[in-house]
């Protein structure tokens, strides 16, 4: 059952996890229980898409062509991999776009009345954004599980690549206000959701 709307505006909740936590399992099952949601994946691919953003990272890159879709964004990710300089680059352009979007995307009246407002952010802590949210929820699991899961998606090579880039778990664990270790079922996730809306819901009424 949904939690009842918030009228004096959604709570905000950051999902985080490492690569193959199984975020974005938890991110459907808050959607399933009455949250506005939001990938900001989705919110990267998008900018990746628009030409004035592709023109600012060639420039500051220093790069040649670069297309939209999944064929720039795998050359974008095949330079800043190999090269911490370059990451650092793109982060500064990339970074303050994904909160610009997350505001407009906060202001959309049905987000606005939602009763909770979940974005899943893989570098929560790594982009500083952690701040703005009322709550912060992990999902962790044990390194070689989240390699296993992974691995059958991209590769073990770009999990490295993608893990080295993200802060200790034991780190996130320290910083965040619900953790949860995702090496149960899909119920027991699921459980958990469960609870941790229970508990906002019920700490934002007193």
Same mark, same amino acid.
């Given at each position: 059952?949904?939690?009842?709307?918030?009228?004096?505006?959604?709570?905000? *909740?950051?999902?985080?996890?490492?690569?193959? @936590?199984?975020?974005?399992?938890?991110?459907?099952?808050?959607?399933?229980?009455?949250?506005? %949601? +939001?990938? @900001?994946?989705? *919110?990267?691919?998008?900018?990746?898409?628009?030409?004035?953003?592709?023109?600012?990272? +060639?420039? &500051?890159?220093?790069?040649?062509?670069?297309?939209?879709g999944v064929d720039g964004r795998g050359l974008i990710a095949s330079i800043v991999f190999a090269d911490d300089v370059q990451l650092l680059r793109l982060e500064e352009i990339?970074?303050?776009?994904?909160?610009?979007?997350?505001?407009?995307?906060?202001?959309?009246?049905?987000?606005? @009345?939602?009763?909770?407002?979940?974005?899943?952010?893989?570098?929560?802590?790594?982009?500083?954004? =952690?701040?703005?949210?009322?709550?912060?929820?992990?999902?962790?699991?044990?390194?070689?599980? +989240?390699?296993? +899961?992974?691995?059958?998606? %991209?590769?073990?090579?770009?999990?490295?690549?993608?893990?080295?880039?993200?802060?200790?778990?034991?780190?996130?664990? =320290?910083? @965040?206000?619900?953790?949860?270790?995702?090496?149960?079922?899909?119920?027991?996730?699921? &459980?958990?959701? =469960?609870? %941790?809306?229970?508990? %906002?819901?019920?700490?934002?009424?007193?």
């Open positions: 059952m949904a939690p009842e709307r918030n009228s004096d505006g959604p709570i905000r *909740i950051a999902l985080t996890g490492g690569i193959g @936590s199984g975020k974005s399992t938890a991110l459907l099952m808050f959607a399933a229980r009455g949250a506005a %949601v +939001r990938d @900001s994946d989705e *919110i990267v691919h998008g900018l990746i898409d628009r030409a004035d953003v592709r023109a600012r990272i +060639r420039h &500051h890159l220093d790069i040649g062509q670069l297309p939209p990339i970074f303050p776009l994904v909160n610009g979007e997350i505001d407009r995307w906060l202001a959309i009246d049905e987000v606005a @009345s939602a009763p909770l407002a979940v974005i899943e952010l893989p570098m929560l802590f790594e982009a500083g954004m =952690a701040e703005r949210f009322d709550k912060v929820v992990l999902v962790t699991a044990p390194s070689e599980l +989240r390699k296993t +899961r992974h691995e059958g998606r %991209v590769g073990l090579a770009d999990f490295e690549r993608r893990a080295a880039r993200q802060l200790p778990e034991d780190e996130k664990r =320290a910083r @965040s206000d619900y953790v949860y270790d995702n090496t149960g079922s899909p119920e027991d996730l699921d &459980h958990f959701i =469960a609870g %941790v809306i229970e508990k %906002v819901i019920a700490d934002k009424g007193e």
